[in-house]
DNA sequence: ACAGCTTTGTGAAAGCGTGCACAAGCGTCA
DNA sequence: TGACGCTTGTGCACGCTTTCACAAAGCTGT
């Protein structure tokens, strides 16, 4: 017991899963399920039960051998470690189609990303309520981020705004960004930057399905040996 | 030469990479700009050029020594392997919140994949229209796939019911499911499915942004040396 | 107290993705 | 025609991620 002060650096790919697990080990808490084991956790997530056990052992050791884990003190462990035990207030830059939606959604707030401020340039947005908040002008960016506390900026503009965004967020002190822009945004050293295409995805899947197409051509010609699908456990 | 029919099996990795390239592509196209080698694409998306070409490489050798890739062509190529030569009409389960944020955002339609329909199970929200499309009955799904040669799901219900509308979407002949709802659905093997889930992005920055502060804690303590960003290019 | 069953935590191996470095190839210019 | 400069395409090595396999550890029942 050389305290808690584990020398823990998580491997980006762990991170990426853990609010998976938040999220299946919630309904398994919602269902009354008080103790679950990595093979049923695994089973839930569709994923490898081994990497289930190295993800969480990230976290410390909270399991108990012959048992399993015990359901909500990992959630609370989980929420932990991502910094989910308050919640983080977001600003969104762009009050158009998408910066609409985003807001009018309220999936933000309901899981701890309540929306603190939208901004846009466009005169003839600003004042309009979207989702309960009112647009504001980018100026106030600034004082919007330090009056709430804000270190999370979500990028909901065109894509040829969508540095011009980028820049006018960290210049107000935001160090977290989730791009939704169909662009490639830059930002200095020490900001986390993440990008999340709606159409991006669906491409990936346009992809899938082409292949499909092109299999079932090349069938007429030759049975097809191996084909892996991406489905989970069926 | 022995023909076009290549034996590429692309990389996941790069397939999901090929959409940015395009992207970034379309736009030095309408830059009229006609050529451009690795180096400049990889700069424009922040990557590495080495990246870019091998990637590039799984469609064929496509750029000419010593001068790069024409633009053009390139775009065509991308488009070709991605099943972007024509557009992939969806349709979306839930028209509750999430589902009206996404087709009402006009995305999907520009980008190739335009809304074919919208289907909910609540008698209230039928018949009503969100984005120019009428919302019908789940029941209907099968027809509205038939009808429009819908391959493409998308789930947009709340995360109980997504498994419901996964099992709805395999029943009518989807092959391909889109989930945004916040849970983890299976299908048959054979079916791809992608799962989006806007909090779980902000929940990794959440993580970044709980170590930023945990990192401004230990340097009153000790000097931290070593700090990865996850920035691009500044 | 101990045997037997269950499940965790983790070393080690295999697999996959990334980036370097360079030969091969193309265009240009004398 | 030949030499030179530029850029692609790719072999190879490295590092990260996943998976296997098993010892360590806890619980239960006798």
Redesign the pocket.
């Known amino acids: 017991m050389a305290g808690q002060r584990t020398r823990r650096r998580i491997?980006?790919?762990?991170v990426a899963r853990l609010p998976v697990y938040l999220q299946l080990l919630s309904d398994q808490f919602d269902a009354e399920v008080t103790n679950i084991?990595?093979?049923q956790l695994a089973a839930l997530g569709g994923?490898?039960?081994?990497?289930v056990?190295?993800d969480?052992?990230y976290l410390g050791?909270?399991?108990?051998?012959?048992?399993?884990?015990d359901v909500e003190f990992l959630i609370f462990q989980i929420k932990r470690e991502l910094g989910l035990t308050h919640d983080w207030h977001v600003v969104i830059v762009g009050a158009g189609n998408l910066g609409q939606a985003l807001s009018g959604y309220g999936g933000f707030g309901e899981r701890g990303f309540p929306v603190g401020g939208i901004v846009d340039v466009s005169p003839d947005k600003i004042g309009r309520a979207i989702g309960g908040v009112r647009v504001r002008h980018v100026d106030e960016l600034a004082q919007i981020v330090q009056s709430r506390d804000i270190s999370i900026g979500v990028i909901a503009t065109p894509g040829p705004a969508a540095q011009e965004a980028a820049d006018s967020l960290v210049a107000a002190g935001i160090t977290s960004i989730l791009n939704f822009a169909p662009a490639i945004i830059s930002a200095p050293h020490g900001i986390s930057v993440r990008k999340v295409d709606l159409a991006v995805e669906l491409q990936i899947l346009s992809y899938h399905e082409q292949r499909r197409v092109n299999a079932r051509k090349a069938t007429t010609l030759k049975a097809v040996p191996g084909q892996r699908g991406r489905g989970a456990s069926a």
């Open positions: 491997p980006e790919a762990t084991s990595s093979e994923v490898n039960a081994a990497k056990r190295k969480l052992s050791s909270y399991g108990t051998r012959g048992v399993g884990y």
